[in-house]
């Protein structure tokens, strides 16, 4: 008994049904010198007729049973069926669709209720053990093995199916991707962690001019990027290769490239970070914005050529409001550049400070409606002279509202009496409630007034003016605003002599 | 096929073979030729190349131990054996042991041999390997999975005695390495192998192996436990320093069911106490340690050529091809081999016998029996069948 050890070991060792029946005949046939193995699984039970369809599982030694694997052949019921025997001369073989003849004696094996094992030989071979007997306990163990196998396919299959959806969704995901990228009018460009270019698409080709063949596994900095930008590239990768991070990393920036003829153009890069396998990868989307800096150049232009017009326009205004009424000649001016230089102190934006200029310089707009004769005259005003007077931002406003001016112009107009108290006119607004241009306009417009001459009084100076809006910081003015213009008068000696220009 | 196609020529002279290949030519215009050269005339395969190149005769050919002629061992001068038509030869150099290479390797050996066997029921697959190839007995399962009884098998290791590496096979441009020449004879009946070793009762286990390495006999070191069957059975002692000349005395059997075992025979001792055997020993194989006496002589030649005689009918005056295990030479002694040959040379009643001296044979003990790598066994054939 002890010689089928290895037999059963081999049975032991397998994990799949195939090898296992193989092996098994293949040491079956070693031990026995049978020179051919059959092995039939699920045999049909015995019914009517002296045939049965079943399944031949393995074969081993007989070519013309081994192309019949995995098919379904027509069998004696009585080969396959019965107990362990070992018959001579047995008729029943003639019936296997095989060369007549070849075989003289079998060797069956029950299999456990499995299947059988048929072992075929020419003539019997000489061994002196009881072979029906011997082989008992291995078929046993054949049996279990088998179904253990099976579940082991099984489970294998359901596995290798997960996996294969997996790739096909992979498959199919990836062909998305490359039809995108293939079609996109970007460029899309993946660098691995080495910064060498393992993605070029159709894009990339036409936008620097580098083939697919050129471009992959190129450093990405020496092909496109100009000399001059390639250091910091370089920094900033070296960094992204251990972290995913990045200055550019996650934004939309614009800079410049380099094509392959040597000529650049202006790009805007959207970078994105991905890990793969443990390593780093960059994947930008290039755009050629050469196009855009055209449209946004030309557009500039013609923003700077309206706001040129603009400007003659309110210096026109401004200029005719001032020859009606000489005594406040130039003081638009004065207080457009003094609340310009006090804006500028404070650290506004360019931008808006032009706009706090214009609406300086047509700040006493509503003036237009007041009689010249009350504008000029020398002497108090009457109560409801002043009415007139105290009329002219609501005036100005109304003349302005319906401009669209891109800065609030005609708040400024309206608001620059207001205080931040509230016992400003014409709304008597408090604190937040006046526009900032507007709390920087009523300073500047008070500290201009006091420091020049008007018909009813001599110019009281500037240190009156500085005084008047030191007394009511906080109360009537802005103090932030306030202390900008005793900085700028004071420490920058900001001129009120005309503009030279 | 003429008496005459298996010529022994006592030394490697160019101008007589020469003279011997153009006379078969007239004969046989489509004929080739297979060599057995001797280990001591190793160097004379390129002159054998260079007279077939020149006459434009096929060749293929192996080195041997020794050659066997006129029941003697001979270390001198080739056999020359004719194929009245050649028939289809590859040699394959260098095979590999990993399983994926080497399926490639059977699947280009059968793709090439199997429509040259579509025709004949009678066919003998004739293999020579190099003995330094350590997987044969998982090529014959694999051969024999996908060629089966299409084929009879026979074969016989070539090489050195001293299983030294040394290039062993050849045709007519090339002389390889741990190769396999594979030739198909049709028609042909096969060969019969016998060795003549009775099973002793104790067995033991092959708990780990590798190829053809033991490491482990019943879960130890394997030379301890063949020290102690030695000791036990025998009441011979087995050290490191007398192992290479005592372990020939005392192979192991690798016992199969029916009571027919196959020969291993160690010829080196690793340093852990592994067994270097000729041939493959498949783990968990149960095994037994044999002797010398163990072998009955009468039996094998008697069990060898009844089978002959089974296959091929009366042998007298048949050319026969024989394979002499070397290590069943060392194992019996020379004295008892050289008795052996001359046995079976008066038993076939005026037979030729050529042959050689080989390091493994291959063969089964009954026709259309399972291919089988054997140590210590008389492989024998007629040679040239009509």
Redesign the interface.
């Known amino acids: 008994m002890s010689v089928l050890y290895d037999v059963t070991m081999v049975i032991g060792g397998e994990v799949a049904v195939k090898p296992l029946l193989t092996k098994t005949l293949q040491r079956l046939l070693y031990h026995t010198s049978f020179p051919t193995g059959l092995l039939f699984l699920d045999i049909p039970a015995a019914v009517q007729g002296e045939t049965v369809a079943a399944q031949l599982a393995a074969a081993v030694g007989d070519y013309e049973l081994g192309e019949c694997v995995g098919k379904v052949i027509d069998a004696p019921a009585a080969l396959l069926h019965g107990q362990a025997e070992l018959q001579e001369h047995s008729p029943l073989l003639a019936q296997l669709p095989c060369s007549p003849g070849t075989y003289q004696t079998f060797l069956r094996l029950p299999i456990d209720g499995m299947g059988v094992i048929l072992l075929l030989a020419p003539e019997t071979p000489h061994t002196e053990l009881p072979l029906t007997n011997v082989f008992q306990p291995v078929m046993a163990n054949l049996a279990k093995a088998i179904v253990l196998c099976r579940n082991n396919e099984a489970y294998t299959a359901d596995l290798i199916s997960e996996r294969d959806v997996a790739r096909r969704a992979r498959a199919v995901s990836e062909e998305r991707f490359h039809h995108l990228a293939a079609a996109a009018q970007d460029a899309i460009i993946m660098l691995d962690d080495d910064g060498r270019i393992e993605y070029w698409n159709p894009s990339a080709e036409r936008l620097f001019g580098y083939g697919r063949e050129e471009a992959m596994g190129a450093q990405m900095h020496d092909l496109i990027a100009p000399a001059s930008y390639r250091a910091d590239f370089a920094r900033g990768f070296e960094a992204f290769r251990s972290s995913g991070q990045g200055p550019i990393v996650g934004k939309v920036v614009e800079l410049e490239a380099l094509r392959k003829d040597g000529s650049t153009l202006p790009i805007e890069l959207s970078v994105s970070a991905m890990h793969l396998n443990g390593r780093w990868h960059a994947a930008g989307i290039i755009r050629d914005i050469s196009g855009r800096k055209a449209d946004e150049a030309a557009l500039a232009h013609s923003a700077g050529q309206l706001q040129r017009a603009l400007q003659g326009v309110i210096q026109a205004i401004a200029t005719t409001i001032e020859k009606r009424d000489p005594y406040t000649a130039g003081h638009q001016q004065t207080t457009a550049r003094l609340a310009t230089a006090i804006a500028t102190e404070m650290g506004w934006a360019p931008d808006r400070i032009e706009g706090l200029r214009l609406g300086a310089m047509i700040h006493d707009i509503g003036k237009i409606y007041v009689p010249a004769e009350i504008l000029s005259r020398p002497g108090a005003l009457t109560e409801s002279e002043f009415k007139i007077i105290k009329a002219h931002p609501s005036v100005g406003y109304d003349i302005v509202k319906d401009v669209e001016f891109p800065w609030p112009v005609a708040a400024m107009i309206l608001q620059h009496h207001e205080r931040l108290d509230g016992s400003g006119y014409p709304a008597g607004l408090v604190g937040d409630e006046i526009i900032p241009e507007a709390r920087i306009l009523s300073v500047a417009d008070v500290v201009e007034a006091i420091t020049s001459h008007r018909p009813y009084r001599p110019a009281l100076g500037v240190e009156v003016g500085l005084a008047e809006i030191l007394k009511f910081r906080g109360t009537l003015f802005e103090p932030a605003v306030v202390d900008a213009c005793v900085r700028i008068i004071r420490e920058h000696h900001f001129s009120f002599a005309p503009n030279p220009e | 096929m003429s008496a005459m196609a298996m010529q022994y020529f006592d030394r490697v002279d160019a101008a007589t073979i020469a003279a011997v290949l153009q006379q078969w030519r007239e004969a046989y215009a489509a004929m080739g030729v297979l060599a057995l050269l001797p280990e001591g005339e190793k160097e004379q395969v390129g002159t054998l190349q260079r007279v077939c190149t020149q006459l434009d005769v096929p060749l293929v050919g192996a080195v041997f131990p020794a050659l066997v002629e006129q029941g003697v061992f001979r270390s001198n001068g080739v056999w020359l054996l004719r194929f009245d038509a050649m028939p289809y030869a590859a040699l394959y150099e260098n095979v590999p042991t990993d399983p994926t290479s080497l399926t490639a390797l059977l699947d280009t050996f059968t793709d090439g041999i199997k429509p040259h066997i579509n025709t004949h029921?009678d066919s003998t697959l004739f293999l020579l390997f190099d003995a330094m190839v350590p997987n044969i007995g998982t090529m014959l399962?694999e051969l024999?999975?996908r060629?089966?009884?299409?084929v009879h098998y026979m074969g016989a290791n070539a090489g050195s005695e001293t299983f030294q590496p040394m290039p062993c096979l050849f045709d007519g441009t090339r002389i390889v390495s741990n190769g396999v020449l594979a030739l198909l004879l049709k028609p042909h009946r096969g060969a019969i192998l016998e060795h003549g070793y009775s099973v002793p009762q104790r067995?033991i286990?092959a708990t780990s192996t590798v190829g053809n390495r033991i490491q482990q006999i019943d879960w130890r070191p394997a030379f301890e436990v063949y020290q102690e069957m030695a000791r036990a059975q025998y009441g011979v002692e087995v050290t490191r320093e007398n192992f290479y000349q005592v372990a020939v005395h005392f192979p192991v059997g690798i016992?199969?069911?029916?009571?027919?075992i196959l020969v291993r025979i160690p010829v080196a001792l690793e340093e852990d106490g592994s067994l270097f055997c000729v041939g493959e020993v498949?783990?968990?194989?149960?095994l037994t340690l044999l002797q010398a006496p163990a072998v009955d002589s009468v039996h094998t030649l008697d069990t060898l050529l009844s089978g002959l005689n089974g296959l091929y009918g009366d042998l007298s005056m048949r050319d026969l091809l024989l394979f002499y295990c070397a290590g069943r030479r060392l194992h019996l002694g020379v004295a008892a081999a050289g008795e052996e040959l001359r046995g079976l040379e008066q038993r076939t009643a005026g037979a030729r016998i050529a042959g050689a001296l080989s390091l493994g044979e291959i063969g089964?003990?009954?026709?259309?029996?399972?291919p089988?790598f054997h140590n210590a066994t008389l492989v024998a054939s007629v040679w040239g069948e009509n």
């Open positions: 029921k399962d024999y999975l060629l089966a009884n299409r067995m286990t016992v199969r069911a029916n009571g027919v498949a783990p968990n194989s149960m089964s003990t009954t026709q259309w029996g399972y089988l």
